[in-house]
C-alpha cells in the first residue's frame, strides 16, 4: 500500500510525510519546489531515519504523473500541493486557477487512468467565506470566498463532489484546515514563507528574531473581545495526525465525505502576542493599523464530526504551538536557507 503525497515538501506535507513513516506507511513524495526546500527531503530522513522516495516533477505535467503511477502500485492520493498565497492570488488569478484547478484536473485524470479511487484533498476554511455562523460545522454555506485562492478551493471542492457523484466507486476526503501553525518539536522541519509572510504567526516569529521590526495588527476594532481577529489556530502535528486518521479510516468512510481539522478553541491577535511574549521572553513591538481587506472578525470550527468519525481530535495547546514555532524559527533563523 503506497500513498502519493503532492506538495509532500510543504509545510503541512513534510509534517505529514514524517508522521507517517514513523507509523510505517510506505510514502512517495512529488513536489516542484515552487515554494519548498529540497532540503526538506534530507531533514525527513534524519529525523524517519528512513529512505523517501521522491519525484521532483509539476501536477499539471501528465506525462510525468503517469509515470510515477506506473512506477508504484499507488492505493492513496493525498493532494496538498497549491498555490497558497491569499495576496499573491489576488495579483495573479490566472495562476492560482492554473495551478490548484488544472493541476487537480490532471492529478484526477491519471488516477483515472490508472484505477486509484482513494483520495484526500487539503480545503481550508477559507470555503466557508464570512461565517453564516460559528461555531463552523461543515453544514454551513460554502462558495462566499473573498479571492481567488479560496474561490480554486471552493471550485475545487465542487469538482470533487461531482466526479464522486459519477462514480460512486471513489472515495474523497476534503479536510477543512484552520490556522496551521507551529512545527516539529525537534524545530528540524517548520513553517518557511517566502519573502514577508501573509500569516500571523510566521510574522510573529520573525520579529523575535529580529527579521523584521514589529507587528502590524490588523484592526482592534472588531465585535469581539479585545477588538482583534479570532482564528482557530491548530499545531501542524495535531493537522498531521488529522491525515493519518483519515487514511486509517477512509475504507469505513467511504463516498464523499468532509471534515473540519480545527481545535474548536479560538484566539485573538493580542492573546497570541501576549502568549508569545510570556513564553519567549521576546518582546514582539506592535501597531494597529487598519483592517486588512477580506479579514472576518472571528472564525473557529466545530471539530465534532472529525472526533465522532476519523476518531481524531487536536491535542496541542496554543502554549506547544508558540514553543514549537518559535523553536523552529529560533533554530532556523533563515527558514532552510543556512
Ligand atoms: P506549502 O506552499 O508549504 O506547500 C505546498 C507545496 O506544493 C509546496 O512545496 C509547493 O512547492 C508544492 N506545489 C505547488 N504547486 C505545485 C505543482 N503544480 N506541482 C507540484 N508541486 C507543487 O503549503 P502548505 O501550507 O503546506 O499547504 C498545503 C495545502 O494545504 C495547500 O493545498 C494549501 O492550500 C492548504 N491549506 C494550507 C493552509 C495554511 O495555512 N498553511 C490552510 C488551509 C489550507
Ligand atoms: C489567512 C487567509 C486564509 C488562509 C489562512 C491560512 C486571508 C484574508 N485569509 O487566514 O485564506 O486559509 O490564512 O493560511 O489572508 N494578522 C495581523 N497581522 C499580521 C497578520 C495577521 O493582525 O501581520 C491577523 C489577521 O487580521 C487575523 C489573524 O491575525 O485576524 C490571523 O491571520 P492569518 O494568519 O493571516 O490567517 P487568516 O486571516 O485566518
Not at 9 to 34: A, C, K, Q, R
Not at 134 to 158: A, R, V
Not at 226 to 232: A, E, F, L, M, P
Request: hydrophobic share 35%; proline share 5%.
Amino acid at each position: 500500500m503506497k500513498i502519493l503525497i503532492t506538495g509532500g515538501t510543504g509545510y503541512i506535507g513534510s509534517h505529514t510525510i514524517l508522521m507517517l513513516l514513523n507509523e510505517g506507511y510506505d510514502v512517495i513524495v512529488i513536489d516542484n519546489f515552487s515554494n519548498s526546500s529540497p532540503k526538506v527531503i534530507e531533514r525527513i530522513e534524519f529525523l524517519s531515519q528512513k529512505k523517501v522516495c521522491f519525484h521532483e516533477g509539476d501536477i499539471r505535467d501528465e506525462r510525468f504523473l503517469k509515470s510515477v503511477f506506473k512506477e508504484h502500485v499507488i492505493t492513496t492520493v493525498i493532494h496538498f500541493a497549491s498555490l497558497k498565497s491569499v495576496s499573491e492570488s489576488i495579483s495573479m488569478p490566472i495562476e492560482y486557477y492554473d495551478n490548484n484547478i488544472s493541476g487537480t484536473l490532471t492529478l484526477l485524470k491519471v488516477m483515472n487512468y490508472f484505477g486509484v479511487n482513494n483520495f484526500i484533498f487539503s480545503s481550508s476554511a477559507t470555503v466557508y467565506g464570512a461565517p453564516s455562523r460559528i461555531p463552523l460545522d461543515e453544514s454551513c454555506d460554502t462558495g462566499d470566498t473573498t479571492n481567488p485562492y479560496g474561490t480554486s478551493k471552493y471550485f475545487l471542492e465542487q469538482i470533487l463532489i461531482d466526479t464522486q457523484r459519477a462514480n460512486p466507486a471513489l472515495n474523497i476526503m476534503l479536510l477543512r484546515y484552520f490556522n496551521p501553525v507551529g512545527a516539529h518539536s525537534s524545530g528540524f522541519i517548520g513553517e518557511d514563507p517566502n519573502g514577508i509572510p501573509n500569516n500571523l504567526f510566521p510574522y510573529i516569529t520573525q520579529v523575535a528574531i529580529g527579521r523584521l521590526p514589529r507587528l502590524s495588527i490588523f484592526g482592534d476594532d472588531y465585535p469581539t473581545e479585545d477588538g482583534t481577529g479570532v482564528r482557530d489556530y491548530i499545531h501542524v502535528m495535531d493537522l498531521a495526525s488529522g491525515h493519518v486518521a483519515a487514511l486509517n479510516r477512509q475504507h469505513v468512510l467511504t463516498g464523499l465525505r468532509c471534515y473540519n481539522l480545527g481545535t474548536g478553541k479560538g484566539y485573538s491577535v493580542k492573546e497570541i502576542v501576549e502568549t508569545f511574549q510570556k513564553i519567549t521572553g521576546k518582546k514582539i513591538p506592535y501597531i494597529v493599523s487598519a483592517r486588512r481587506p477580506g479579514d472576518i472578525a472571528e472564525c473557529w470550527s466545530s471539530p465534532e464530526l472529525a472526533q465522532k468519525e476519523l476518531h481524531w481530535e487536536a491535542k496541542r495547546s496554543l502554549e506547544d504551538m508558540v514553543i514549537d514555532a518559535w523553536n523552529w524559527q529560533n533554530k532556523n533563523p533563515n527558514g532552510y536557507l543556512e
